[in-house]
Antibody, heavy 124, light 107 residues
Framework: QITLKESGPTVVKPTQTLTLTCILS??????????VGWIRQPPGKALEWLAL???????RYSPSLKSRLTITKDTSRNQVVLTMTNMDPVDTATYYC????????????????WGQGTLVTVSS | DIQMTQSPSSLSASVGDIVTITCRAS??????LAWYQQKPGRAPKLLIY???DLETGAPSRFSGSGSGTEFTLTISTLQPDDFATYYC?????????FGQGTKVEIK
């Protein structure tokens, strides 16, 4: 059974850097074909994809946020970390990590298992 | 980025109704489309992938169709558990994008 769980601060100040951790269970990011993504959702708004990391350390970023995002993995601890710099109140959202399901050798994917999400509020 | 537009943004329906939600892509995405259901305070749940493949465990009253730029999600007989917000997601490019959501409310 695949599960994911996000953790991180509930409040960050404007201009600070946000660091979120996703703990993985039921699969390993050292296994060929695996990937984990981050998606966020501002209160009452739609989902927005942020980043994805593959088992081979290949990474993908949202073009509009690429300059502010870094995604890394720690295979030994089975976790994925997302950092977002220069936080602003508009970044207030629930942040989800999710397991990628796709097609081996193709950069095509959707998300079949999601964490519960963690609400991050940006406020001074 | 490929833009995804859902319609309607919200709808009211009764238990037992047939409900159809449309998702349009700004360019052809072949059949690389997924549908999710989200209830308040919960994470999205995968319903449909590759436009029409039903996710294991999803009720058979949910079905998807379409290709290219126009897609539909149909709920054949609306159940009380189906009142939620539904999102489409294209995965034709690595920069996946979601629709703005369709909220299905009780009439």
């Amino acid at each position: 059974q695949i599960t994911l769980k996000e953790s991180g601060p509930t409040v960050v100040k404007p201009t600070q850097t946000l660091t979120l951790t996703c703990i993985l269970s039921g699969f390993s990011l050292s296994t060929s074909g695996e990937g984990v993504g981050w998606i966020r959702q501002p209160p009452g708004k739609a989902l927005e994809w942020l980043a994805l990391i593959y088992w081979d350390d290949d990474k993908r970023y949202s073009p509009s946020l690429k300059s502010r995002l870094t995604i890394t993995k720690d295979t030994s601890r089975n976790q994925v970390v997302l950092t977002m710099t220069n936080m602003d109140p508009v970044d207030t959202a629930t942040y989800y990590c999710a397991h990628r399901r796709g097609y081996s050798g193709y950069d095509l994917y959707y998300f079949d298992n999601w964490g519960q999400g963690t609400l991050v509020t940006v406020s001074s | 980025d490929i833009q995804m537009t859902q319609s309607p943004s919200s709808l009211s329906a009764s238990v037992g109704d047939i409900v159809t939600i449309t998702c349009r892509a700004s360019q052809s995405i072949d059949r690389w489309l997924a549908w999710y259901q989200q209830k308040p305070g919960r994470a999205p749940k995968l319903l449909i992938y590759k436009a029409s493949d039903l996710e294991t465990g999803a009720p058979s009253r949910f079905s998807g169709s379409g290709s290219g730029t126009e897609f539909t999600l149909t709920i054949s007989t609306l159940q009380p558990d189906d009142f939620a917000t539904y999102y489409c997601q294209q995965y034709s490019s690595y920069s996946v994008t979601f629709g703005q959501g369709t909220k299905v409310e009780i009439k």
